[in-house]
């Protein structure tokens, strides 16, 4: 079979790209010897058309709304599996033997308590500190507090650092929580599993016992896996970019925590909440759809649209579930947010619109019902993304690591600037 290639003329030149292929999705036309050979650039701003490297990790369809992690479907994780072996799956490849998985547990579970003195550095911030803000911080310091693994040609230590990470987030996002309300921060406590020892650190209170409701644990764990990875997304691709450089890991996931915040990524689920409790009646929908529909307003409705999915996103239609599962629990079926999220997903549906742009619900938009149901305030949505993300995040950054084609991330521009022109002193301007 003849090998494909794409050709670039220019005139008289001729150049001939190479075409890769993976194992599923669309093919990539090889354009490294482009500048080399026809002195250009390509131009994609956002990276619609670009793929920016070789992964093994997750797979989007986005047409079809298919997620698959290491070829797994989302949804069969999401129903049968639990967040740490996900994380396992995502950082080794494969599905854990139960060994494999007590073992992992063990050792996540053994790394949750952080550095002492961090809880200090937690009181530098301004108790109306947004949570994301502290997380940024706390999280870029843990570079500070483990030397012992930021070396990251060493791959006992890179490895040592991603457990670290996965386990010390849901300990420092409480953290941050706890600070933000001015309770006392609660240790993690070992024989738990991880989330329901995440809820317990955030809203146990020493003068009371806590109980964890196994309904909303296994919902927490289920938003957890639902936000682990999401291939090359805005968050992902700037850890990946920051550890490009050689920048030890704590300081690459803080990055991608700082990436994660904007309304257009992970903030959405705040934003959708928040959008959610200004609409507040179902009869104030069509003043919102319209908004959302005129070019000169530049509203949006927060979650729905995907750079991706072009269809409903999987993990959406799982959100939507557990947030069911939750509300009954918690008896508050009848939650008038959640009336205005059903009218506004079926209103949005059916609307020429939406349907013409491919615009569907996104995760987001059923999440913030569900962790808002569960006792956590708004600041605190994307804190939790970030906190699942982060298993996301190492995966993506060990596997870069270990590509022979890695180099420093160095993208180009089409330079639209003044030319060379002469330096004019100030008494002559
Ligand atoms: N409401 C109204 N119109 C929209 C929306 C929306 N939520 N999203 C996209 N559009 C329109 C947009 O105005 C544009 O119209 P036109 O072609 O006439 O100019 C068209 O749809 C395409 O939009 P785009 O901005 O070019 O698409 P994008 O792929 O660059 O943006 C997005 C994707 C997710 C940023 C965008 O859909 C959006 O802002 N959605 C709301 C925020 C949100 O829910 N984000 C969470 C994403 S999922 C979780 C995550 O990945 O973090």
Known sequence: MSETKVVVAIEEERLELSVRTGSIGPDVVDIGPLYKQLKMFTYDPGFTSTASCESKITYIDGDEGVLLHRGFPIEQLAEHGDFLEVCYLLLYGELPTKAQKADFDYRVTHHTMVHEQMSRFFTGFRRDAHPMAVMCGCVGALSAFYHDSTDITDPHQRMVAS????????????????????????????????????????????????????????????????????????????????????????????????????????????????????????????????????????????????????NYDPRAKIMQKTT??????????????????????????????????????????????????????????????????????????????????????????????????????????
């Open 163 to 310: 457990l670290r990470m996965i386990a010390k987030m849901p300990t420092i996002a409480a953290m941050a929580y706890k600070y933000h309300i001015g309770q006392p921060f609660v240790y993690p406590k070992n024989d738990l599993d991880y989330a329901s020892n995440f809820l317990r650190m955030c809203f146990a209170v020493p003068c009371e016992e806590y109980v964890v409701n196994p309904v909303l644990a296994r919902a927490m764990d289920r938003i957890f896996i639902l936000h682990a990875d999401h291939e090359q997304n805005a968050s992902t691709s700037t850890v990946r970019l920051a550890g490009s450089s050689g920048a030890n890991p704590f300081a690459c996931i803080a990055a991608g925590i700082a990436c994660l915040w904007g309304p257009a990524h992970g903030g959405a689920n705040e934003a959708a909440l928040n959008m959610l409790a200004e609409i507040g009646t179902a009869d104030r929908i069509p003043e919102y759809i319209a908004k959302a529909k005129d070019k000169n307003d530049p509203f949006r409705l927060m979650g729905f649209g995907h750079r991706v999915y072009k």
């Open 324 to 429: 069911h599962e939750v509300l009954a629990e918690l008896g508050q079926k009848d939650d008038p947010l959640l009336e205005v999220a059903m009218e506004l997903e079926r209103i949005a549906l059916t609307d020429e619109y939406f349907i013409e742009k491919k615009l569907y619900p996104n995760i987001d938009f059923y999440s913030g019902i569900t962790l808002s149901a569960m006792g956590f305030p708004t600041e605190m949505f994307t804190v939790l993304f970030a906190l699942a993300r982060t298993v996301g995040w190492i995966a993506q950054w060990n596997e870069m690591i270990e590509d022979a084609e890695q180099r420093i991330g160095r993208p180009r521009q089409l330079y639209v600037g003044a030319p060379l022109r002469d330096y004019v002193p100030v008494s002559k301007r």
